[in-house]
Nanobody
Framework: VQLVESGGGLVQAGGSLRLSCVAS????????MGWFRQAPGKEREFVAA????????YYADSVKGRVTISRDNAKATVYLQMNSLKPEDTAVYHC?????????????????WGQGTQVTVSS
């Protein structure tokens, strides 16, 4: 699976962004997908994940209530809608395809990663 993210940018605190991740490869339809982020000087952090069917979503406590993950398997695309953005949300956001349905909050569960898209939230 090859993954390409888009939709990042500069936004003021309180604003919204919608990230997209387009996948190529037959494995997308059966793969749970996740979003992680990495801020400068920090480790990669789990943000959200979604089951292969789209029926179940998981969120980090830090973004719960502000972020929604979704997917369109017909378009081989996963989305991350982010609202009420805060300066601490500033990071490079990566989408990833998981090898299996468990441990979706762990980076080691994922076998394919995109290059990332920069999100910068100004105060």
């Amino acid at each position: 699976v090859q993954l390409v993210e888009s939709g990042g940018g500069l936004v003021q605190a309180g604003g919204s962004l919608r990230l997209s991740c387009v996948a190529s490869g037959r494995a997308f339809r059966g793969a749970p997908m996740g979003w992680f982020r990495q801020a400068p000087g920090k480790e990669r952090e789990f943000v959200a994940a979604i089951s292969w069917s789209g029926g179940t979503a998981y969120y980090a406590d830090s973004v719960k209530g502000r972020v929604t993950i979704s997917r369109d398997n017909a378009k081989a695309t996963v989305y991350l809608q982010m609202n009420s953005l805060k300066p601490e949300d500033t990071a490079v956001y990566h989408c990833a395809a998981a090898r299996g349905p468990y441990g979706l909050d762990k980076a080691s569960t994922y076998g394919a990663w995109g290059q990332g898209t920069q999100v910068t939230v100004s105060s």
